[in-house]
């Protein structure tokens, strides 16, 4: 069975320049998280998704980020503009129940 | 403030020796999850505990959820070198999975 697939591992951007994030999660679960995982620290939850809706957005910083997941299977996790200090792994997640399966993340430098 | 907080934060053992990561909530949990991350790797699930006072072995791990549903352990007996990474807890906080602030374990061969 394929894991959570992300998009692309690594970006290296400089301020002010927008930036996306791609995830595929894992066939049949209709459940999907991103988070955002700071160095050193554990993964905090940014935005989760049931099927299409967006169920809980409240940690979403939404003056510069956004999300998307059409069709209820891929996501799109947008940051415009990027600042330094969302420099951070960026993780997928999708599950059933409880448990979560965690994609590679997507590791943003912001310069 | 951080809910979910897990003591030590670093972990330095010799191979061979048993290494506990403990875990305390603010709040009373649901459940109790288990992760590891290698280092440069993502989390990865381990267990999760349901019921007061569950005890379940993974091989050489042993994971506990207290009594009150608001704390947690994982013991490891007789470390090896692939157990190097940060283990974390996390609980359902507010209907979030909220992680624990994790403890790095580095094993000294």
């Known amino acids: 069975e394929a894991g959570v697939v992300q998009s692309p591992r690594y970006k290296i951007i400089e301020k002010k320049q927008p930036v996306a994030f791609w995830c595929n999660p894992i066939s049949g679960h209709n459940t999907l998280y991103w988070y955002r995982q700071n160095l050193g620290q554990g993964p905090e939850l940014l935005i989760r998704?049931?099927?299409?809706?967006?169920?809980?957005d409240s940690q979403l910083p939404k003056d510069r980020f956004s999300a998307e997941r059409l069709k209820g299977v891929d996501s799109t996790l947008k940051i415009q503009p990027a600042e330094l200090g969302d420099s951070a792994v960026y993780l997928c997640?999708?599950?059933?129940?409880?448990?979560?399966?965690f994609g590679p993340g997507t590791r943003l430098t912001v310069l | 403030g951080q809910q979910v907080m897990q003591i030590p934060q670093y972990q330095h053992v010799q191979e061979g020796e048993d290494f506990t990561t403990y875990c305390n909530s603010s709040t009373t949990l649901s459940n109790i999850q288990w992760y590891k991350q290698r280092p440069g790797g993502h989390p990865v699930f381990l267990i999760q505990?349901?019921?007061?006072?569950e005890v379940k072995k993974q091989k050489r791990l042993t994971f506990q959820f207290g009594e009150a549903k608001k704390n947690s352990s994982l013991h490891i007996t007789a470390t090896q070198t692939t157990d190097v990474g940060t283990y974390f807890c996390a609980g359902y906080v507010n209907e979030k999975l909220t992680f624990g602030t994790g403890t790095r374990l580095t094993i000294i061969p």
């Open positions: 998704y049931e099927n299409e809706e967006a169920v809980d």
């Open positions: 997640a999708s599950g059933l129940g409880y448990t979560q399966y």
């Open positions: 505990l349901v019921k007061s006072g």
